[in-house]
Nanobody, 124 residues
Framework: QVQLVESGGGLVQAGGSLRLSCAAS????????VGWFRQAPGKEREFVAS????????NFADAVKGRFTISRDNAKNTMYLQMNSLKPEDTAVYYC?????????????????WGQGTQVTVSS
């Protein structure tokens, strides 16, 4: 069973940066897609970014393109979401996800494994 544990959330002022980490256990990632979703209060869960673990090919939501990057450390079986130029509208609980196949999708239904979430709050 894959377990994903996020860390790195917190409170930051608008324009600031945060780096989220997601440590995976129970499986060494090879041909899978990993990524991040977020959910703000009263809103549906939304896609943020995804990455093919093997080749690093990434996709981003338009709302974060150019501000967020996604990366991974194979040796640590950990992925990261670097968030720069943060805006108040980025405030949400951020979840790391992984699926069982190398398929990029923006649908939360496409991901089999979810972390518990980490809160990111951006003040204006």
């Amino acid at each position: 069973q894959v377990q994903l544990v996020e860390s790195g959330g917190g409170l930051v002022q608008a324009g600031g940066s945060l780096r989220l980490s997601c440590a995976a256990s129970g499986r060494t990632f090879v041909n899978v897609v990993v990524g991040w979703f977020r959910q703000a209060p009263g809103k549906e869960r939304e896609f943020v970014a995804s990455m093919n673990w093997s080749d690093g090919a990434a996709n981003f939501a338009d709302a974060v393109k150019g501000r967020f990057t996604i990366s991974r450390d194979n040796a640590k079986n950990t992925m990261y979401l670097q968030m720069n130029s943060l805006k108040p509208e980025d405030t949400a609980v951020y979840y790391c996800v992984a699926n069982q196949i190398a398929l990029h999708t923006t649908s939360p239904n496409g991901y089999h494994y979810w972390g518990q979430g980490t809160q990111v709050t951006v003040s204006s």
